[in-house]
Nanobody
Framework: QVQLVESGGGLVQPGGSLTLSCAVSGIDFSIALMRWYRQAPGKQRELVAHISRDGSTYWPDSVKGRFTSSRDIAKNTVYLQMNSLKPEDTAVYYC???????????WGQGTQVTVSS
């Protein structure tokens, strides 16, 4: 059974930082393509991070320079480090994995991030 379990969401003040974690099980994490998405109320889900299996990354302009990501192969976990958070970063953040071994997409359940004073 494949599972993506996010954690680390919460309430943070503008300008603060938060780190999200996504623990992956059931697929070969070392070759999986990983992404983070977010969805704010009334808005479409948007990509906020793309992490290829070779470590290359893509960041949309909305988060470039503020968000970083890393993956710990030994822990089958990918992290999203979010700095200089803004109220417009408020959303449910979802972890996504694509397994080239199964050609299937997988999603986590989401974790709420609220940026507010």
């Amino acid at each position: 059974q494949v599972q993506l379990v996010e954690s680390g969401g919460g309430l943070v003040q503008p300008g603060g930082s938060l780190t999200l974690s996504c623990a992956v099980s059931g697929i070969d994490f070392s070759i999986a393509l990983m992404r983070w998405y977010r969805q704010a109320p009334g808005k479409q889900r948007e990509l906020v991070a793309h992490i290829s299996r070779d470590g290359s990354t893509y960041w949309p302009d909305s988060v470039k320079g503020r968000f970083t990501s890393s993956r710990d192969i030994a822990k089958n976990t990918v992290y999203l480090q979010m700095n200089s958070l803004k109220p417009e970063d408020t959303a449910v953040y979802y972890c996504f994995a694509y397994s080239p071994g199964t050609f299937v997409d997988y999603w986590g359940q989401g974790t709420q991030v609220t940026v507010s004073s």
